[in-house]
């Protein structure tokens, strides 16, 4: 079952022809994880009462907190997070990318994903992760790689 129920109802009500519409199976299947791990990325550990696992530790005002070690600390919750809740992607692994704004954190999560309707057909599915200085994390496909 690679695209969730709700993301089936929520992909049927965006206008034919759109830009945010999905062509083949394989958008189908990349919409529904970057719109599912936008959600569990942008969820604050504890903010779920069934899961106080689900989600990420808060990260609010996280320019003014850098350590050392704490960028390799926040890619190692990412993937234990995808590790957890976000079966499609297998063997997902982070690095830290090069960003532009200092006060943000850039990585790039690479794992592969099933994107035939039966049977199996691996692709490589790199994803950009930003963690604004807000918190906020925004992800894209990685393209060109």
């Known amino acids: 079952m690679p695209i969730r129920l709700i993301e089936r ?4 009500e965006i206008p034919d022809g759109s ?11 990349k919409y529904s994880i970057l719109f599912y791990l936008d959600g ?5 550990r504890g903010e779920v009462y069934i899961d106080k696992n689900y989600g990420l530790p808060s990260m609010a005002n996280i320019a003014s907190t850098f350590y050392a070690g704490s960028k390799v600390d926040i ?8 590790l957890l809740y976000e079966k499609r992607i297998s063997n ?11 006060r943000a ?9 099933n994107i035939s309707q039966s ?8 994803i950009e992760i930003t ?5 906020r994390v925004v992800l894209k496909e990685k393209r060109g790689l």
């Not at 830009?19 to 299947?29: D, Q």
């Open 9 to 12: 109802i929520a992909y049927s």
């Open 119 to 126: 049977g199996e057909l691996l692709r490589n599915f790199p």
């Open 75 to 82: 890619g190692n919750a990412i993937v234990e997070q995808i």
């Open 92 to 102: 997902p692994s982070i690095r830290e990318d090069e960003v532009d704004n200092l």
């Open 19 to 29: 830009s945010l519409r999905p062509a083949s199976y394989e958008g189908k299947v």
């Open 131 to 135: 963690v604004q200085p807000s918190g």
């Open 40 to 44: 569990l990325l942008n969820t604050r």
């Open 105 to 113: 954190i850039r990585f790039i999560l690479d794992g592969t994903i």
